[in-house]
């Protein structure tokens, strides 16, 4: 922590900040390009997007927490963009119509359904403040492993597609062979939610527990909303991976060109 003059801060805000940002991001940039994984200019668009967002919503937060429709519609927003962009990951290209709608759907159900649940059990306040959070970390975590799982289901689809050949010569079921081909490969995408359930608190002080505890929460409630988050993604994440290995095997996409 710096010696702002605002206790709960833990990074002082000024010029030595701004061009700390700049210089953190053009190293990772620097090193995604000469690492050549192709993925140089993506880092810089998003940290200049990140920016951007981070900042406009820091603006309309205020508003959007104070009424519950327009909680409702930035939460419906959040979970256009995590399918447009687990869509793109998956597919490596602006996707398509009905690409875009099945995994926003398989993305953004879950988390929803989880969300009203907690709110008509009447253990999430039905407020802004409360709600947008709760189903920005469920959504976020469900687009990560759907966009991760899709990618890796295709790209195992096209490395063994003699294998799938030979199975449907023998008169195997289509979808069984390509399930069978890409379950493995696309269940990694599970991986990152288990090390950080595995880690926390050893390895991973989370960000939202620091906040609450520096906003005056006792650590025992930061405690227990944080592993709220961890187990609500763990909740989310098998059945968005489960939802998008199906559809992949379903011929539900097409793979693309480029990086997305």
């Known amino acids: 922590m710096t010696g702002g003059s605002d206790p709960g801060e833990l990074l002082s805000v000024g010029p ?36 951007l967002q981070l900042a406009v919503l820091g603006m309309a937060l205020s508003l959007i927490v104070r009424s ?12 256009c ?3 447009w962009t687990a869509a793109g990951r998956i597919v490596g290209r602006r996707p398509r119509w009905s690409e875009f709608a099945v995994t926003t759907v398989t993305v953004a159900s879950p988390a929803a359904l989880l969300t009203v ?14 709600v947008i959070p709760v189903a920005g970390s469920a959504i976020g975590a469900a687009m990560a492993a759907a966009g ?6 295709l790209e195992e689809l096209t490395a063994r597609r003699g294998e799938l050949e030979a199975g449907l010569s023998l008169g195997l079921d ?5 399930l069978d081909l890409t379950r493995s490969a696309a ?33 025992v409630a930061a405690a227990v909303m944080q592993l709220y988050v961890l187990v609500a993604i763990l909740c989310v994440t098998p059945v968005a991976i489960v939802a998008i290995t199906w559809l992949v095997a379903d011929g539900r996409y097409e793979t693309g060109s480029r990086n997305y």
């Not at 519950?68 to 979970?79: E, K, Q, S």
């Not at 359930?197 to 390895?203: E, H, P, Q, Y």
Request: glycine content about 14%; proline content about 6%; aromatic content about 6%.
């Open 117 to 130: 649940a907690l709110i008509l059990s009447g253990v999430l306040p039905a407020r802004g403040i409360a």
């Open 174 to 178: 289509p979808m069984f062979i390509r």
């Open 68 to 79: 519950l429709w327009f909680t409702a519609a930035f939460t419906v927003l959040m979970g």
């Open 187 to 219: 269940a990694t995408a599970l991986i990152p939610a288990l090390d950080q359930t595995r880690t926390v608190g050893l390895v991973t002080i989370p960000g939202a527990f620091v906040g609450m505890v520096l906003g005056g929460a006792s650590p």
């Open 148 to 153: 991760l799982a899709g990618k890796r289901a």
């Open 16 to 51: 030595g900040l701004a061009v700390a940002l700049v210089a953190l991001a053009l190293m990772g940039a620097a090193v995604a390009w000469l690492g050549r994984t192709g993925y140089g200019p993506a880092v810089l668009g998003a940290a200049a997007r990140a920016t």
């Open 81 to 83: 963009t995590a399918g």
